[in-house]
C-alpha cells in the first residue's frame, strides 16, 4: 500500500471516530436526530472504507500472483538450461515418426539446431520407430547405450531416448577382445607350427643320411608335416570367415516355418549317429532376422550340442523357442558333459575349444551373428530355471529383439 492511500485510510479512521464520538455526545444531550445522522454517516464511511480495504488487498494480490507466474517460468528455464547441459544425447520421438534433438549434446551429435534430418533419422533408426532402438547403439564413432520412456500427456504420446556415451568402455572391452584373441591365436600358431618344424628338420635329416629306410621315414614325417599345415589352412579359413561377416539384413520370417527346415537338416546329419532331437513347437510369431546367418548361429549351436551329446550314451540334443516380452529366446540344450566351470568364460573365445578336432569358431560365430541382431549369447549356469527337464549337458541360450 502506498503513502497516499495509507493517508486516506488514516482520515477515514479518524472520521468515523469523529463521527462516533459526535454521535454520543448527541445522545448524551438528548440530540437524538443528530446522534442518528451521525451514527449513519459513521456506518456508510465505515462501509466505504471496507470496499477501498478489499480493492487495495486484492491489488496487492495482482503483483503476487505475477510474481508466481514469474517464479514458474524462472523454474521452468531453470530446467532447460539443466537440461542442455547435460551432456548424454536426448531425443524425443514425435507422434509424426519426426525425432527432435531435445538438449545440445544431442544437437551438436547429430548436427541439427532442432530436428534431425530424414536422412540421420534413417541411418539412426533404420526406418523403425524411435522406441525400437537398442544398445549398444553406433553412431559415427560413438557408442551409447540407450534408456526409453514413455511420455503421455494431453499433447498426445511420445517416446523420449537417453543416449549415454558408453565409447571408452566399449573400447576398453575390445582391446581386451583383442588381446584374447592375439592369445589364443598365438597358442594355436604355435601349436600348429612348431611340430611342423620338428618334422621337417627330422626329414631333411633323413634324406641327407639316405638310404631307403631314411628315405621312408623322412616321406612319412613329411605326410605328418602336411597334415598339420592342412590343418593350419583350415584355422586360416575359420579366422577369415569370423572377420568377413557381413553386416546381418533382416527381414520378416515365419518363425514356425524357418525352424522346420533347421530340424530337418539337423536330423539329415545326426540321425543316422544315434543323435536325437528334442523340439517343442515354437509360439507362432514372426521375426525380423537375417534368415541366413541365423541359421549359421542356431547351426552352429547345434552342432556342438551333436558332438557333445556324442561322448555319452544316449546322445540327445533340444531346441526350444520362447517368446518373453520383446525377445525371442532359443535354447539349445544337450546331454554331453557340459562345460567345466573354470572354462564358462571362454568357450565363446574365437578358436577357444575343448575338443580335439574342433576349430573354436563355432560359438564365436553364433555369438557375433546374435550381438549384430541386437542380442545376446550366453551360456546358462547349471542350476538355471528350465520351462523343460534338464539333459544334463551345456545350455546356451540365444536371443534376439523381435
Known sequence: MGSKALALRLLAQASIFALGVLAWLSVTRGLYATALLCALAGAALAVDLVQKLGAWRAARLVPVQAGSGFAAELTRRRLELLLDQTPSPILLGTGDHRIIAANRAARRAFDTPHLLSDAARLALTGGRPLSDLTSPLRWRDASYAVSRAELVDEAGQADLVV???????????????????????????????????????????????????????????????????????????????????????????????????????????????????????????????????MWLAIGNLLNNAAEAALERPDPRVRLSVARVEAEIRFLVEDSGPGVPQNQADQVCLPFFTTKATGSGVGLSLARQIAQGHGGALALLPPDAPSDHPPLGGARFRLSVPT
Open 163 to 293: 543416449l549415454t556415451d558408453m565409447t571408452a568402455d566399449v573400447r576398453a572391452a575390445e582391446a581386451a577382445a583383442l588381446r584374447d584373441l592375439l592369445r589364443v591365436l598365438n597358442h594355436e600358431l604355435m601349436n600348429a607350427l612348431t611340430p611342423v618344424a620338428s618334422m621337417s628338420r627330422s626329414a631333411l635329416d633323413l634324406l641327407r643320411d639316405g638310404g631307403p629306410a631314411a628315405t621312408g621315414q623322412a616321406i612319412s614325417a613329411l605326410e605328418r608335416a602336411v597334415a598339420r599345415t592342412e590343418g593350419l589352412r583350415d584355422f586360416i579359413d575359420a579366422y577369415r570367415t569370423l572377420t568377413r561377416l557381413p553386416p546381418p539384413s533382416p527381414r520378416v520370417v515365419d518363425l514356425a516355418a524357418w525352424l522346420d527346415v533347421a530340424r530337418e537338416s539337423f536330423r539329415a546329419q545326426w540321425a543316422a549317429r544315434g543323435v536325437a532331437l528334442d523340439s517343442p513347437a515354437p509360439p507362432p510369431v514372426e521375426v525380423r532376422i537375417d534368415a541366413d546367418q
